[in-house]
């Protein structure tokens, strides 16, 4: 008999890019993906302006954003819900950070 879950481990901090974000799907459902989000030093300057609602949170190292025309600091820990809508961009993070990102695309 097949099993029917599934079992993985977070990418570690170190496997960051030096340059921008790489993005690693850990779960999609038809109504939700799980990722997990390295970044690296200099990330990319897009702001994002989604049609769904996003659930992040910091698990390693600092960042700092800009939400909805407002700056916003976050370390390890710290989360944010940003609503179908809310423009955001990345401004600087620590090299190695690594976030936990539930997409929640309808249903």
């Given at each position: 008999m097949e099993s029917r879950f599934r079992r993985g481990r977070l990418e570690a901090a170190a496997s960051a890019p030096d340059e921008g974000e790489r993005v690693?799907?850990?779960?999609?459902?038809?109504?939700?993906?799980?990722?997990?989000?390295?970044?690296?030093?200099?990330?990319?300057?897009?702001?994002?302006?989604?049609?769904?609602?996003?659930?992040?949170?910091?698990?390693?190292?600092?960042?700092?954003?800009?939400?909805?025309?407002?700056?916003?600091?976050?370390?390890?820990?710290?989360?944010?819900?940003?609503?179908?809508?809310?423009p955001h961009t990345v401004v600087e993070t620590e090299p190695g950070s690594s976030w936990l990102a539930l997409l929640l695309t309808g249903g």
């Open positions: 690693v799907q850990l779960a999609h459902f038809p109504t939700l993906t799980v990722e997990q989000i390295l970044s690296g030093a200099l990330p990319e300057p897009v702001s994002f302006d989604q049609d769904f609602d996003e659930w992040v949170v910091l698990l390693e190292g600092r960042a700092r954003m800009l939400v909805d025309g407002e700056e916003v600091e976050l370390e390890p820990g710290e989360w944010l819900l940003l609503p179908a809508g809310c």
